[in-house]
């Protein structure tokens, strides 16, 4: 006898699937707040473990630097957001490793990893963003974004996770408070 799964079946183990986004600012509040609104499973990893009696969402706090606490944090997701950044002054130190810590807890968990990333790393373009613009940094900012874009397709093109990456300006959107 074969069981045909539904499309209420095909849902609701869609649904079960845990979905865990790191950092709780504003993209990863937001993100988190969507995925709930969907009925999934929701773990927010962020620098301070806050508390929440919302069904279906989890939060840790811990360093992602930190590859046993990544891999503890990623543990059992389906898919990984990697909606971290630190502030400027302190990307030269952190941006990087927390990147690392974010493909590693993916790649043990066997997660999809959608990774936020800007656009310092076209430096100062004078046409249309496309996906075909050349890589120009014109600053330190942007070299390590394109360190970190580097960090991402490698890890990819190995196998190690499956990665994609959404770049955009942190400038423009609904409700945020550097919106001009």
């Given at each position: 006898?074969?069981?045909?799964?539904?499309?209420?079946?095909?849902?609701?183990?869609?649904?079960?699937?845990?979905?865990?986004?790191?950092?709780?600012?504003?993209?990863?509040?937001?993100?988190?707040?969507?995925?709930?609104?969907?009925?999934y499973r929701v773990r927010v990893v962020a620098r301070q473990q806050a508390t929440s009696?919302?069904?279906r969402l989890d939060q840790v706090g811990g360093d992602m630097t930190d590859l046993a606490?990544?891999?503890?944090?990623?543990?059992?997701?389906?898919?990984?957001y990697d909606c971290m950044n630190p502030p400027y002054h302190q990307w030269p130190e952190?941006?990087?490793?927390?990147?690392?810590?974010?493909?590693?807890?993916?790649?043990?968990?066997?997660?999809?990893?959608?990774?936020?990333?800007?656009?310092?790393?076209?430096?100062?373009?004078?046409?249309?963003?496309?996906?075909?613009?050349?890589?120009?940094?014109?600053?330190?900012?942007?070299?390590?974004?394109?360190?970190?874009?580097?960090?991402?397709?490698?890890?990819?093109?190995?196998?190690?996770?499956?990665?994609?990456?959404?770049?955009?300006?942190?400038?423009?959107?609904?409700?945020?408070?550097?919106?001009?």
């Amino acid at each position: 006898m074969r069981i045909r799964k539904t499309q209420s079946d095909r849902m609701t183990n869609q649904q079960a699937a845990l979905h865990v986004v790191l950092g709780a600012g504003q993209i990863g509040s937001r993100l988190s707040k969507l995925l709930l609104a969907r009925g999934y499973r929701v773990r927010v990893v962020a620098r301070q473990q806050a508390t929440s009696t919302t069904p279906r969402l989890d939060q840790v706090g811990g360093d992602m630097t930190d590859l046993a606490f990544a891999e503890r944090a990623t543990c059992g997701a389906a898919v990984v957001y990697d909606c971290m950044n630190p502030p400027y002054h302190q990307w030269p130190e952190l941006l990087l490793p927390i990147a690392r810590g974010a493909l590693h807890g993916a790649a043990k968990a066997g997660a999809k990893l959608v990774a936020l990333d800007c656009l310092y790393m076209y430096g100062a373009p004078d046409a249309p963003i496309s996906e075909d613009t050349p890589l120009a940094p014109c600053s330190r900012k942007g070299e390590l974004r394109v360190e970190l874009g580097e960090l991402r397709t490698a890890a990819h093109a190995r196998g190690d996770a499956r990665v994609t990456i959404g770049r955009a300006s942190d400038f423009l959107g609904a409700n945020l408070p550097f919106s001009v």
